[in-house]
């Protein structure tokens, strides 16, 4: 007689977190990881399903069900190993990637009780592996070609990391002093450690690849001047224009993007001010504009920055939030305060020019529109005053735009990102290769990287086929 099955536990093993009182006065990172034994505990959970549905919600393709059944085995360096096969930044995207929407949706196990927490364990494995220094794959013999990365961002570091281990000479030219993009500049450090971004872009590095900072392409040189140099070019300068409403006083001083306010505080570290010489303002009563992470990401950084009341004012309900429910979590637990179905009309200021007050009116919710959320519609008569001394907006960017206006026969859309192929990433302009946020407008990091490698793909594709035809022609 068999023995019987061992019962999965339906509930997820919780990640230890810093207290919400002490993280709320640090910036700190808020979860803390697993142990190697809640990490197991985790793993022991998967139902290793025969399909595999969790896969098809990856945009990567991580064998998902292999690296947990290792984890479970207790063979991390396998683990590690099987993650990345197809995925370069395993400690970023266990830390910021929305799991819950992607490859924990489809988890089996999700229908009678928690899905398995798949980021989790790949954060385990990417900080266990990082502890213990990398292990660099083997790589395919070079191909005496070379590919110009513009940004390394997300898309970029991918497609630069499965490029180089195809065999191809890949340079990354980066118009900040730091690797890393959005992910360096937009994502907090109590969410996101810039020494994890550091590290897996030194490991991107140490596949071979050369990644030159303070290059801006589009001045210092443009696309058709690369394409001189290089065989290919891969474009993915991400989304980091910040839009703003428009409305009267809008110019007053105390208004920030949550762009400029995130770059001061997490590239410039104005957090660490005077050791690091960025100064930043921030008053007592903090209004954040919108409900996407940058808004919960500012609306955290306020509140670690010493304003003593910081609100999220959002236009739609709580259901209709971008943003991860974890993060939402995080900033009630810290003692963010929410004004729902709620949107500034126009901000006042004192005799100096600063922002003291913003005028809103209350929404309701009508029928969905083009992104599947229902319209926020205003109540006419229903506007009331909000006291305010800091305005945070963090409504979303748009396309970076000046590889599209210094390259000739690149094809645009009328809102500035690059018009590209979906499944090759080509554009309509020959060697020339386009993905990530540039491409879809603000999505996620994982998203990112999935348009990362399908055109990394799709550039292999394109220099073998040329160098197929080089070798008729020579023969």
Known sequence: MSKPKPKIKKEVVSMPKQDSKERSHNFSEVALGYTRQQAVAEAERCLQCVKAPCINGCPVDVDIPAFVNLVRERKFDEAIRKVKEKNSLPAICGRVCPQEEQCQASCTLGKVGDPVSVGRLERFLADWERERGYEIPRKSASRGRRVAIVGAGPAGLTAAADLAKLGYEVVIFEALHKPGGVLIYGIPEFRLPKKI????????????????????????????????????????????????????????????????????????????????????????????????????????????????????????????????????????????????????????????????????????????????????????????????????????????????RTTEGLEVTRWGTIVVDEETGKTSKEGVYAGGDVVSGVATVISAMGAGKRAACSIHRHLLRKKRMQQRKGS
């Open 197 to 404: 971004v550091e590290a897996e872009a030194e490991y991107i590095e140490k596949l071979g690849v050369t990644i030159k900072m303070n290059a801006i392409i589009g001045r210092l040189y443009t696309i058709n001047e690369l394409l001189e140099q290089f065989d290919a070019v891969f474009v993915g300068t991400g989304a980091g224009l910040p839009r703003f409403m428009r409305i009267p006083g809008e110019n007053l001083c105390g208004i920030y993007s949550a762009n400029e306010f995130l770059i001061r505080v997490n590239l410039m570290k104005a957090y660490d001010f005077p050791k690091y010489a960025t100064p930043i303002y921030v008053g007592e009563k903090v209004a954040v504009i919108g409900g996407g992470n940058s808004a919960m990401d500012s609306a955290r950084c306020a509140l670690r920055l010493g304003a003593k009341e910081v609100k999220i004012v959002y236009r739609r309900s709580r259901q209709e939030m971008p943003t991860r429910a974890e993060e939402v979590e995080n900033a009630e637990e810290e003692g963010i305060k929410f004004k729902f179905l709620s949107n500034p009309v126009r901000y006042f200021g004192d005799e100096r020019g600063w922002v003291k007050g913003m005028e809103c009116i209350k929404m309701e919710l009508g029928e969905p529109d083009e992104s599947g959320r229902r319209r926020p519609i205003p109540i006419k008569g229903s506007e009331f005053i909000i006291d305010v001394d800091t305005v945070i907006v963090a409504i979303g960017n748009t396309a970076n735009p000046l590889i599209q």
